[in-house]
Each structure stands twice: as C-alpha cells, then as structure tokens.
C-alpha cells in the first residue's frame, strides 16, 4: 500500500539547507577576510581583566595548596562557595544554559531575573547542609528526583520515566555505550523541561503544571530515545550496512508520511530481537509525540524532524577516504543537525513560534557542534568519522581550498558576539568563558604535548590572535562551569554505579553459592530422619537468601567479625526464615501450592509434617544461634533474647494476616503487619551482626529504621509482582494475593498507588544510610535491588 506524503521532503530540505547556505557564506567570508580577529582581540582584551589576576608569592602558594580538583564534585563547590567565586560560576553556567538550551537573549530584563532565580535556588542547594534542605538526597540521584517529582505531584512520570531509563540501559548491545545513552537521554528530558517551565511562567495554575511537566517528561523520553536507537544505533557496528539501509528507510517513511510502518525486513537472527524492541519503544514514543501536536503545527514538527534527520544521515555516509568533499558538503549538514535538534525540542511541547527562539538557536548549533567536534577529534579520526576538524586533519596538506575549522568556530564566537546577540556584555562573557574552558580541558586530558602539536597546526595561519588565546587558555581563571562538572560528575556516578551493582550482584551470587553449601541438615537415622529429609527440601528451594547474605556481609565487611565465627548466625537467619514460610503456606494459612520455584512441603509430605518441620527448624535456629562460641557470653544471651522477641512479632504479624484474610484493610494495617512479616528479618539480618559486633545503639536505631522501609518496599514489590510479574521468573503463581482476597498496597492503592508508595519507603530508606556510621553503599544497592527486582 502507497502511503501518503505528510511533507515534501525535498522541498523542505532545499528550503533548510539554502538557509544554512546563506549562513555558511557570512562565515566564510569572515574567515577569509580575517575580519574577525580585530573584532575578537578587542573582546579578549577587554574580557581578560577578569579572568587574569596578578597574585603575590604568598597568595600563589596558598591558592595553589587549597585550590579544589573540578573534577572532585562536593569539594569543589565547597571550594567556590568559600572563596567567594561560586555565584558568579553559577551566574554564568545559568547564563550559558538558557542561552544554548534556551535559546533566550541575556540582555532581557526578564530573563536576567530568571536567570538570577535560578541561581538563587541552585546555591541554596548546593551549599546548605542536607539536614536543613528540603530536598536532602544527592543531587540527580533516584531520591533526589523522586523528592523533586512529590514537590511537583509528578511521581507516576517520574517512576515511569525510571522504569523506561532501566529498560533503555538493559537492551542496549554490547558495542552501545549504556552509560552514555543514560545520560544523553536524561539531559534530553531536563532540556524538555526547562523549555516547558519557561513557557508556562509563574502563574500557571499548579494542576495545569502538573500536566504539563507530566507530559514534558514523557515527550522528552520519547524524543531523547532517538539518540540511542537512531544515532547511535547507526553510527555503531551493530547493524550491518544492510540493515543499517533498510532502518533508516523506515524512519525516512515514518517521518514523511506520519505513521511508523511495520517492521518488516530481513534483519540477522543476533539482531532480530533488539530491532524488535527498538520498533516497538520507538513507535510508542512517536505515536505519544505525534498526539501532542496541533494540527496548525504538525506539519512544521514533521518538516524540522526530517531535516535533523536527513542532515544527520548526509554527514553519516561521508567516507573519510574520499579527498573531494566541498567545505559546503562539509559544514552545511553540521549547521543543519546542530541547530535543528534543539529546534525540535520547542515543536515537541507544542510552544508558540518565537521568531527570536529561531534565529538565535539556528546560529548558535554550530558554535557547540564545531566545539564537541574538536574536543572529540582524535576519537573520531580513530573511528573514520568525517567531521570538520578529521577532514582537515586528514587533507590540509593535499587541499588548499579547505577551510580551516579552528578559524571557523572563532568566526561563528564573533557572529554570535556582534550579529546574533548584539555585543551583550554578558553574552561576550559568557561565550568567551565557554571557548577557553574549552581549550583548558582539552590540553588537560590530551596533554600539553599534543595539544601544542594540535594548535600548531589550526592555528598556523594567525599567530598573533593564537598568542593571545593561548595566553589566556594557560593563564585565565574561572572558565569552567556547573554543567561541565555535573556531566562529569554524572559520567563518574553512572560507571561506577554500573560496576559497583555488577560487583553486588556477583558478591550476592558468591555468598549465596556459599550460605547455600552451610544449610544442608546432616541426614538422621533416628526417628525424626523423616523431619530432616522435609527441612532439606525447603532449604534446597532456590531461595534469594537476602537476609543470610545481608549478615553475612554486613557482618565480615562492615564490622570486620570472623567469618567462620558468625556460620551459625549465618544459617540459624535462614532456618528461622524458612520456618515461617513454610508456616504461611499451609493449609489452614495462606495454602500456597509452590513456594522457590518448587511444590511446597505440605504438597510433597503432609500438613502434620509441615508443621513439624517448621518447628523444628525455628529451634534448629536457636541451638545455631547458643553456639557462637567466638563471642562473649552475655552478647550471644542479648542476641538470643532479641531472636526470640523477634520471632514473637513475626507471629503477630502472621496471626495479624490471617485475621486480615477478607477484609480491607488501612495502609497504616498493612504497614504494621508487614513490617511484623517481612521488616523484622531484614532487621533482624542487619541488628545481630551488629550486636555481635557490640555496636551502640543510635547505630542499631538508624539499622532498625532502615529495615523498617526496606522491609515495605520489599513487601510492595513482592504485591506488584503478584500483579505484574512472571511465573516463570518468580517461581510461584501470579494472582494468589485476589484469589485468597488479601488486601495487598495494590488492591488497596493501586498499582500507581503502590509504586508511589513504594518509592516513598525507598527515598525514606536513603536519607536513614545517613545515620549509619559506615560504609553503606553495600546497602544503597540492596535497596536499588529489591525495588528494581523482576522475582
């Protein structure tokens, strides 16, 4: 079936690509007229008297011993908030981004306040302490979001947004950057709404906000999704050429004709499921965007999505070997993709036309397009990608005629300077700050080796204006900027975030392994053998083992106990566990047919047997828990003694349930039982290491606190994954909690209800590891664990 054509593609690519034309040749002219080096001189000139100072002997030394590393994120804004230098780094690193991002003039009156407001708020963020801030977690952590997303009663988006973030990361291929594709997709969704908090003011009514902050977030996600499934997708090796062919004929029809064909295609078996996948996402994202348009503006959305498209596809399909490439064919598709992707994020929220938004955003693409292009030259050289910087690299001694990129990007600074933003001071400033800083970092990383050798050749045409800007890239100071440090400073969280819950996982898997080797109750010839052979078959069950597992490393690596010393804790936490699951799925309980992915005992023995084996193995636990004999005696008694207390509660929480059975009940209800049922072996699994330890008691409030929120967000999961889980990766039927009419936080919540309820113990589980004094993060990627968890 033919589809019809939404837009002429030609027609609107010719009409983008003779704009950037037009801009391309006022650029080149001032590259060959050298006109903007008296221009830009005169700028330095002036700029310098801020940037370099004159420091006496004494005040060199203390500046260099107490100057904090940019990359040391918390340090260095203490550093900048107590020299006095922070609000003029948070002014213009504002200042940049409503200029880049969006595309707002400084000289406006409103914009500066705006701008001011920001800082004000980011500051106090940013330098109070976390007890007196409103918003305690870290900046951009999930707590920190959720805190943010229950100040804008935006919590389902913001979970929403979470989920889809995992998702991304878990089914990119090997040979994708997951950590890259994570953060370019959450600047994405900030960018979207930053430009949705500006177009709505402050007077929007706060359920108007909620709305529209709601979908901002959404669309953004939809709209970042095409970096990682689209860009970065065929800029990789994960398709082949022919593959690559036939998914861009599907976004080029998708785009011109307004709806996503079906997948079609023969796609090799390694791919067939990732391709899937990314259709499917992609389409839901499309389908989403495409239903928030007007129809008075569709069309121009569908126009400006092509031609970041095509303009993208063009530079894709350069080949660095070909020496022939004209300087239009090499700077008119980075002019086009560069301003056209963030011209599309005002067209995705459907925002009014804002002729000056246009012409500023149009002009400025390049500026930053020209700056990541130098800053990533010799990575992509290494990948044979053409960009200008690799071209001219490449072909600067066969080819006269080139231009030169270094000179361009300082023609585009003075366009931007003089033509675009009309000489502004605060413009001027902040541009130059933004191309020093970027010269800085650059020689940083590459070395001042290389980075001679590199500025030796782009700049071997103008020495002069080259000792001036290379004066001020070893001598200027405060150039850098927040959003630098907090790209960085993210990029550093994510990887070791990754690592870090790829070593928890694998510490998890090895202590289970071990803990699994511990449990085993030497076989009995005696009358109870029966019994011994029935508890065998509930420890052998493909248990998680959290709580062993959490005492077991909580107790050799935090508190440094012995660990064959603290075996018989070890196994007496996962008896008393066993016991009472086996207790919940009797019969006359909760009559649960498989429990660990196996028939329960009452099903393979009898109920009489169950019941035995569960008393059995609660005892089985206090004689494990009488032979710590490593430990001082009155330590072992008071662990012993808060053993049995405990097992008292978990019973009331059980009896708790069973009266439950049929009735609605309050969450305040469900709270209480399930912190009797399930918090109470999460904090009995972090309290007797503790105690055996000898640990005082703020500490064992704080453990006992955090095992209270651990403990309902487990058992929150554990009710949205009897709704929304598995079988087979659960190990036990779906539905059971309706079929025995349990009230659950999902019968009684919702399921949106829940999660957000889920989320809440979550954030509050955080802010307690601050009150723990030791190394938590083991136990920060337990709770990410339990609340990302699929079983």
């Known amino acids: 079936m033919i589809k019809t054509l939404l837009i002429n593609e030609d027609r609107c690519y010719a009409i983008a690509e003779q704009k950037a034309r037009d801009y391309f040749q006022s650029l080149y002219k001032q590259v060959k007229q050298k006109n903007y080096i008296p221009t830009l001189t005169r700028d330095i000139q002036s700029w310098k008297h801020n940037h370099i100072h004159h420091h006496s002997l004494f005040s060199l030394f203390f500046r260099g011993k107490s100057k904090a590393d940019p990359r040391d994120y918390h340090n260095y804004i203490k550093y900048l908030d107590y020299t006095g230098k922070l609000d003029n780094y948070l002014d213009r690193s504002i200042s940049y981004i409503f200029m880049r991002d969006l595309g707002k003039a400084l000289d406006s009156k409103e914009t500066q306040a705006r701008i001011k407001s920001v800082v004000n708020n980011l500051k106090n963020n940013l330098t109070q302490p976390k007890e007196n801030r409103e918003n305690k977690n870290e900046i951009l952590s999930m707590s920190w979001l959720y805190r943010w997303a229950q100040q804008e009663s935006i919590e389902s988006a913001i979970i929403w947004m979470i989920n889809k973030l995992k998702t991304v990361s878990t089914h990119l291929p090997e040979g994708m950057d997951a950590n890259h594709a994570q953060r370019k997709l959450i600047k994405i969704i900030a960018g979207v709404v930053m430009h949705e908090i500006e177009e709505m003011g402050r007077k929007t009514p706060p359920e108007e906000r909620t709305r529209r902050l709601d979908r901002a977030i959404r669309i953004g996600y939809a709209y970042g999704l095409t970096y990682p499934y689209i860009d970065d997708l065929l800029d990789s090796k994960v398709l082949s050429e022919k593959e690559k062919k036939q998914y861009s004929n599907l976004i080029r029809t998708t785009l011109t004709t307004g709806a996503v064909p079906k997948l079609g295609g023969e796609w090799e078996d390694k791919n067939i499921a990732l391709i899937t996948f990314i259709h499917s996402e992609l389409r839901e994202g499309f389908e989403y965007i495409k239903a928030q348009q007007n129809t008075e503006t569709i069309k121009s959305f569908f126009e400006q999505s092509y031609v970041f498209f095509h303009s993208q596809e063009v530079d894709r399909e350069k080949n660095l070997s070909y020496g022939n490439y004209t300087n239009e064919e090499l700077y008119i598709p980075v002019i086009l993709k560069s301003s056209s992707s963030r011209l599309i994020v005002r067209s995705v ?354 453990l006992k606190k955090f095992a209270y929120h651990v403990g309902i967000a487990f058992q929150i999961k554990d009710d949205l994954l009897d709704v929304e889980g598995d079988l087979d990766i659960l190990g036990k039927p779906i539905g059971k909690d309706e079929e025995n009419n349990n009230s659950t936080f999902v019968s009684i919540l919702g399921s949106d209800g829940a999660k957000k309820a889920m989320w809440e113990h979550y954030c509050d589980a955080v802010e307690t590891l601050h009150e723990i004094p030791r190394n938590t993060s083991f136990l920060k990627h337990l709770l990410n664990y339990i609340v990302h968890r699929d079983h």
């Open 349 to 702: 929220i459907n925002a009014a036309e804002d002729e000056g938004f246009d012409n500023r955003t149009f002009f400025y693409g390049i500026y930053n397009q020209l700056a990541d292009d130098f800053a990533d030259m010799f990575e992509d050289l290494e990948n044979g990608a053409v960009t200008p910087y690799t071209y001219y690299l490449k072909y600067h001694d066969k080819r006269d005629d080139l231009i030169n990129p270094f000179e361009l990007y300082w023609s585009v600074i003075s366009n931007l300077i003089h033509r675009v933003y009309h000489s502004d001071k605060k413009a001027c400033e902040v541009i130059l700050d933004r191309a020093i800083n970027g010269l800085k970092r650059f020689k940083e990383r590459m070395g001042v080796k290389k980075y001679n050798e590199v500025m030796e050749l782009f700049s071997s045409g103008n020495s002069n204006f080259n000792t001036i800007i290379q004066k001020m890239a070893a001598k200027a100071d405060d150039v850098d900027f927040f959003d630098k440090l907090l790209r960085d400073h993210m990029i550093t969280n994510l990887k070791n975030e990754r690592k870090e819950q790829e070593e928890f996982l694998e510490l998890i898997e090895n202590v289970r392994s071990q803990i699994n080797h511990l449990l085993p109750i030497p076989k009995d010839d005696t009358f109870n053998g029966l019994i011994v052979e029935a508890a065998n078959y509930s420890l052998e069950g493909d248990g998680k083992r959290l709580r062993p597992i959490i005492t077991w490393i909580m107790g050799i690596k935090e508190y440094g106990l012995n660990q064959s010393a603290i075996v018989p804790l070890i196994k007496s936490l996962e008896y008393m566990h066993t016991a009472s699951l086996i207790f919940d799925d009797l019969p006359s309980q909760d009559n649960a047919a498989i429990r660990r992915g196996r028939p329960t005992l009452h099903m393979v023995y009898d109920g009489a047997i169950a019941e035995l084996t569960g008393l059995y193995l609660t005892q089985k636990a206090i004689e494990e828990q009488a032979s710590l004999e490593q430990f001082n005696s009155k330590t072992v008694l008071s662990l012993i003694q808060y053993s049995s207390r405990l097992t008292e509660e978990m019973c009331k929480g059980q009896a708790m349930d069973l009266n439950s059975k049929g009735k609605v009940l309050t969450v305040e209800d469900l709270n209480t039982m399930c912190f009797y049922k399930t918090g109470l072996g999460f904090e009995a699994s972090l309290i007797m290491p503790a105690i055996l330890a000898e640990a005082k008691e703020p500490e064992l409030d704080a």
